[in-house]
């Protein structure tokens, strides 16, 4: 199911990251360069789960711990300074244009990595 749920935001991100870098990068550079960034944290942690390997698991949780900074510091930073972020992100609002499911779903990934080790 962990793996799923990261697919599908795999997914929407890539999808998201590439319509707004084809057709609108010029409006707002930061954002759309932060959803390619988080669409290939998504991918890099969808297919390091799925492997399930020792190594694709300490890759799965580098990803994870990265997608983890990242929401928060991104979220923060939309919340704080709103005129940086003009455009939504995956991680604006610390997930909110996703019911907050992209704040959650790094705690859910390192707490599943935890205790099945």
Request: hydrophobic share 55%.
């Amino acid at each position: 199911m962990l793996v799923a749920v990261y697919g599908l935001f795999a997914l929407a991100a890539t999808s998201r990251s590439g319509v707004q870098l084809a057709t609108q990068f010029a409006e707002a550079r930061l954002a759309y360069l932060l959803s390619a960034f988080a669409a290939m944290v998504y991918i890099v942690a969808t297919v390091s789960l799925g492997q399930g390997g020792v190594t694709s698991r300490r890759l799965a949780t580098v990803a994870i711990s990265i997608e983890l900074v990242g929401v928060l510091i991104v979220g923060a930073a939309s919340v704080l300074f709103p005129s940086a972020f003009p455009h939504a992100t995956v991680w604006t609002g610390f997930g909110s244009g996703y019911g907050f499911v992209p704040l959650v779903l790094p705690f859910v990934g390192l707490w599943w990595l935890r205790h099945t080790r």
